[in-house]
């Protein structure tokens, strides 16, 4: 029987492209129906990913869409690197961004998600992973480290697996904590 | 996975050379070679497994017409095997004859000789490079696609099977056929030979048949079978029927392939592709493969195909189409130009994203980054 989850739409926008796998996977494990969720991955090029998904055709524009169809079972995840910033500092980033459009800031009972692994989304990867880690530093490289171009895959689907389980590694990666929080404005 | 091309002296490409990615979406405007590019490669491959004439892949028609050599060379990379080859072809055109000559075909694998054809003979070589035998031969078309497979040949033969995955798909409706006389292991490029290749695959990959299935009900409304059935006292010859059930009652009902919408029947074959990307690794070259796809099917179907390739497969699309543009361009965008009329040349990821467009808003406004 299809889960309640399979009946919603989500837009899902991303810096790159291994984030859009990893919440591919995630959603999709978690009882999503791939066929009805959209990613929009910022380009591959020079500038600054952050800032595309704040721009106007961008963040707001989906947050308007979700505002007029919020009767109807739809979400949006934005998924950004927090970098050497707390999630909060993104988040009010993002609220300034809808203000900036004359857009009131996100609602709480809004089902858009805010999920910002600090530094990057291999922070959360190696931390599901079991592997120890802390915000202290990035974790993009060394990632690759451990799990090499062929080895991706598998990787990202076994995170994608553990998000649900008690992760000893949330006192270290309190960003996590927050992202899981986050997924839980879409029902998960 | 396919490292490098290189094509001089042939249509818009002289002196060019492409290093791919595993995922490369190829933009530009018309007339830049985005799809002369995925011929040229797909006629390359053509002659070293299809035996095909070197006169019909790479007619004098073919010589960049501007340039007054008439030599042409083309080279292909290829990483796998624990190791790297290199596929090369030298043709010599007799301009005035309309004659293509064969001058020089090579295979290497890690600068070991493996296969070499010159001055009309030929030499094959063991798979630690020792030479092998050799043998007089008309360059008319390449010996490979003759090549008996022994042990003392195995890497060349890998590479042979490499390029016997590198498919062509620029599908055209008008030509696709719902009948069949004969099964066939590839796909025909306009999709002509749909039935034919239908009928193997559906042999070969039973078990793929009930995930195709689950895919097509839901992108094909109603959708639940498609199958081969004999044609009454027509020997081998079959034609495909779709069943589709309507209503609440879901009353069933069946309809030859040929009577699909083109829309229709491009999606069937395009999910086809799709169940078949993971038992063969492939390297697809896909023009335009959207045209016919409804604006909502074609991500989902992106999205499955790259994860359905795996490490092992090799993507190269020419779209002009925003969902596809805007999805890919993530990946690996390459640009084709031809400044001032002249050669293709190409950049990669000409995308500045201070500009908070979508890559598609970006492309149809020209503000691509500037050479």
Known sequence: MPSELSKFRGTILVEDTRTERFFRELLIHLGFERHKLRFRPAPKGRGDAKAWIRAQSQYPLEVRILRKKSYERIFLITAIDGDNNDPETRKTQLDHALQAEGLRARQDEERIAIPVPTWSIETWLLALLDHEVDEESSKKNSFEGYYPPKDERAALREAARQWQRKSDRIPTVPSLADGKSEMGRIGV | ?371
């Not at chain 2, 640009?335 to 970006?362: C, H, M, Q, W, Y």
Request: aromatic fraction near 10%.
């Open chain 2, 1 to 371: 996975m396919i490292t490098r091309i290189y094509i001089d002296n042939c249509r818009c490409f002289t002196n060019f050379e492409l290093r791919p990615n595993r995922v490369n979406l190829l933009l530009g405007n018309n007339g830049t070679g985005k799809s002369t590019f995925l011929e040229m490669l797909h006629s390359i491959v053509g002659l070293a497994v299809s035996g095909d004439p070197i006169d019909e892949a790479f007619s004098t028609n073919t010589l960049t017409r501007w340039d007054t050599r008439n030599v042409q060379r083309m080279e292909l990379d290829v990483n796998g095997n624990g190791g790297k080859y290199r596929y090369t072809i030298e043709l010599s055109h007799d301009v005035a004859r309309q004659v293509v000559t064969l001058l020089r075909e090579t295979v290497m694998f890690d600068s070991r000789v493996l296969f070499l054809y010159e001055d009309g003979m030929l030499e094959l070589h063991k798979n630690e490079g020792t030479f092998g035998t050799k043998f007089p031969f008309r360059g008319t078309r390449s010996f490979l696609p003759q090549l008996e497979a022994r042990p003392e040949n195995t890497l060349l033969t890998w590479f042979l099977d490499y390029l016997r995955q590198v498919w062509l798909i620029k599908l055209n409706p008008i030509e696709i056929s719902g009948e069949s006389e004969i099964e066939s292991d590839s796909l025909d490029p306009d999709g002509s030979n749909f039935a034919s290749w239908y009928r193997h695959f559906s042999q070969e990959r039973p078990d793929a048949l009930q995930p195709l299935t689950e895919r097509l009900a839901k992108v094909l409304p109603g959708f639940r079978t498609l199958r081969a059935v004999s044609v009454a006292r027509a020997g081998m010859k079959r034609e495909l029927v779709a069943a589709f059930s309507q209503g609440e009652a879901k009353k069933s009902y069946e309809i030859f392939f040929d009577e699909l919408s083109d829309g229709e029947r491009a999606t069937i074959i395009l999910y086809c592709v799709l169940m078949d990307a993971d038992l063969l690794p492939k390297t697809l070259l896909l023009d335009e493969p959207e045209n016919y796809v409804g604006l909502e099917l074609i991500q989902p179907w992106l999205v499955e195909l790259k994860d359905r390739m795996g490490d092992d497969g090799q993507l190269f699309i020419v779209s002009h189409h925003p969902e596809v543009i805007d999805y890919l361009a993530a990946e690996e965008s390459i640009l084709f130009e031809r400044l001032g009329g002249g050669p293709t040349r190409v950049r990669s990821n000409p995308f500045d994203k201070d500009l908070g467009l979508r890559a598609s808003e970006i492309v149809e406004r020209g503000l691509l980054d500037a050479k």
